[in-house]
């Protein structure tokens, strides 16, 4: 029985991966007085008169909302929202699992970005944070954007922040493994969605010193006039010599290749056109860009993919987690730029200088303590930039 028909069967089995699970034992008529009517009146008056006491007095400062509208479901697209609610329970399982925050997931059945928005501005108040998943790009970016000016508890769409994040602890370190600078190397990404928009913005930030964004029509360059205004912001910063041309002229003489697309698009002879001691990270789901042994065979200094059956899988498991645990803890409005920087490093930082090898650039997905260090992270720098 391969994967995905063993995933069906354990389905079928848990009809659901989530249940509701009683922090209040109900056993007596005190307990029933105590936990509802009608001695649940008077935290609902203190709620009512202090409006923040609802983080002290309910779960709603452990409590996130795991939303999306189906549109952009791993890499199955446009499904529904309905269709996306296993991948919503399972993002929900790893927010318990490995941060120990509650999660709820929630699937929006709208594509309109007015409707969506709404929704999520009238349910907010029972959560200390959103995150926002699979939803397609461009709809994605102003969705989020607009949430952040609306609301005053954290929003973070996971595949551009999560996504961009992992690979920046995983650049980091495979970056100073090849003996090279960030600001000296140049990074092409294949793939101009939600995901490799992010990833960029995140790597220029990082500091990388010069990045070539690449789509279906090639290298986005200065020259081009782009509808989507996510295209035309990324050609303003990036692409430092304004080059033209196909993913192969992108990958020529690059340091590190980045890949959000599809798989089978890069071939040997473009790895071996790169730079000394080039890192890979084809992370095209479930099959990359380029296999991890054609990418070692090819020359390949460093590899990294999505997958769990390979060294360096960068997964944003290790830190949407992390990110959320640490913004609830202090109850940070936002989760700012700083504070995913901080994350990246935090990350990157727990493969001690000893262990980092090129089959060991980022800790395993299922290491429970990269949560904590994400944590502590994120809100010391929330409490530095805030007091």
Known sequence: ????????????????????????????????????TPGVAQPCLEIAEKPELSYKLTRRGN???????????????????????????GKCCLFKEFGGVDAIPLCVKSKDPDEIVRTIELISDSFGGINLEDISAPRCFEIEARLKELLDIPVFHDDQHGTAIVVGAAMLNAVKLAGKRLEDITAVINGAGSAGIAIGKFLLKLGVGNLIMVDIGGIINRDEVYENPAHAEIARITNRDNVKGTLADAMRGADA???????????????????????????????????????KESGAFVVGTGRSDY??????????????????????????????????????????????????????????????????????QWVKDNG
């Not at 939303?67 to 309905?82: H, K, N, P, S």
């Open 1 to 36: 029985m391969d994967i995905k028909e063993e995933a069906l069967k354990k389905h079928y089995e848990w009809q659901g991966k989530l249940e509701v699970v009683s922090r209040a034992r109900i056993e007596t008529k005190e307990d029933l007085s105590l936990a509802y």
């Open 63 to 89: 409590l996130v909302a795991v939303i999306t509208d189906g549109t952009a479901v791993l890499g199955l697209g446009d499904i529904g929202g309905l269709a996306g609610m296993p991948v919503m329970e």
């Open 257 to 295: 290749f980045v890949g959000v697309s599809r798989p089978d698009l890069v071939a040997p002879d473009m790895v071996r056109s790169m730079a000394d001691k080039p890192i890979m990270f084809p992370m095209a789901n479930p099959n990359p860009e380029i296999t991890y042994e054609l990418a």
């Open 311 to 380: 060294p360096n899988q960068i997964n944003n498991v290790l830190v949407f987690p992390g990110v959320f645990k640490g913004a609830l803890s202090v109850r940070a409005r936002q989760i700012t730029e700083e504070m995913k920087l901080a994350a990246a490093r935090a990350i990157a930082s727990l493969v001690t200088e000893d262990k980092l090898s090129q089959d060991y650039i980022i800790p395993s997905a299922l290491d429970k303590s990269v949560a904590e260090a994400v944590a502590r992270a994120v809100a010391e």
